[in-house]
Structures are given as structure tokens and as C-alpha cells.
């Protein structure tokens, strides 16, 4: 199965029990699944941390990180645009 996986914030370093816990369910759905994930970086911060996204994820997308304002269209959205129709289409949902 393929899995599209959207996270705000970015897993590491893995230092609290949320991204602790995100972290152990990508890791056993990797197991038996192909999982896209995609998340906001904030570089330079994380980019240290960027060659260990392969142990949670087939493939590892990279929104950039900017603060917005509640009607600012959501940058998760504009970095995966083209992954999520191709998963709507999969899924048979229509925009």
C-alpha cells in the first residue's frame, strides 16, 4: 500500500514523545508499505538531520518552513500539490 504521510512539524531530533511516537508507527508501516513524507523543514536547523528521513519513509519531500498568516494558502500544500492529486486520482477522488 501506498501511504501519504503530512507532518507540520519536522520528526527529528526525536527528543519528544510525539515525534518518538511518529516516528515507531513509520518505521513498522515502512515495514510493508511505501510511505511519502512530507513535512515542513526549517534549514539550517535540520538540515544535519535530513540523511536519517530514510529510515522512516520511501520518500522524503521537503517544504520549506515560514510562518502565515490564517489565510495564507498552507506551504505543505504548495510543496506536495502534485503528489496529492496523483494520490486523489489513485484513490478515485476527484478535486
Not at 508501516?29 to 529510515?55: A, C, F, G, H
Not at 520511501?58 to 500544500?77: D, E, G, L, T, V
Not at 502534485?82 to 476527484?94: H, L, R
Request: net charge positive; proline share 6%.
Amino acid at each position: 500500500m501506498r501511504i501519504l504521510f503530512l507532518s507540520q512539524r519536522f520528526l527529528m531530533p526525536m527528543d519528544t514523545g510525539g515525534r518518538i511516537r511518529t516516528g515507531n508507527i513509520l518505521k513498522h508501516l515502512l515495514r510493508d508499505n511505501e510511505i511519502i513524507l512530507i513535512s515542513n523543514v526549517e534549514k539550517p536547523k535540520d538540515t544535519p538531520y535530513l540523511p536519517e528521513m530514510k529510515n522512516f519513509c520511501s520518500r522524503f519531500i521537503q517544504a520549506p518552513w515560514k510562518k502565515a498568516s490564517r489565510n495564507h494558502p498552507c506551504s505543505i500544500r504548495n510543496a506536495c500539490g502534485k503528489e496529492m492529486s496523483e494520490a486523489n486520482q489513485n484513490m478515485g477522488i476527484s478535486e
